[in-house]
């Protein structure tokens, strides 16, 4: 079974900078590099939100919040995907998981983020 795993995330004071990771376990190369996959973010008692997405061809998007500030990318040799943060808010604050953004796999454990003002 395909098992995300997230990790990177931490306690930072607004302005800081982190870069999040996310390795996707058991998904096969040929899955993994063309499929679009997703950063979200969750705060308790709201859904889940779409941060940012890379498609297989490296093609970014992302939430109008974090535009300028959060950078998604991919390394497809080492079935990964990466979101480097900066210029923290503390709107930013919540557990930060990633997916395929279409034909959603297991979700994993996430990985907290906390911005301090």
């Known amino acids: 079974q395909v098992h995300l795993v997230e990790s990177g995330g931490g306690l930072v004071q607004a302005g800081g900078s982190l870069r999040l990771s996310c390795r996707f376990q058991?998904?096969?190369?040929?899955?993994?590099?063309?499929?679009?996959m997703a950063w979200y973010r969750q705060v308790p008692g709201k859904q889940r939100e779409l941060v940012a997405t890379i498609t297989g061809d490296r093609v970014t998007n992302y939430a109008e919040s974090v535009k300028g500030r959060f950078t998604i990318s991919r390394d497809n040799a080492r079935k990964s995907v990466y979101l480097q943060m900066n210029n923290l808010k503390p709107e930013d604050t919540g557990v930060y998981y990633c997916?395929?953004?279409?034909?959603?796999?297991?979700w994993g454990q996430g990985t907290q983020v906390t911005v301090s003002s």
């Open positions: 058991r998904l096969i190369t040929s899955t993994f590099n063309p499929a679009t």
């Open positions: 997916n395929r953004q279409h034909q959603e796999l297991p």
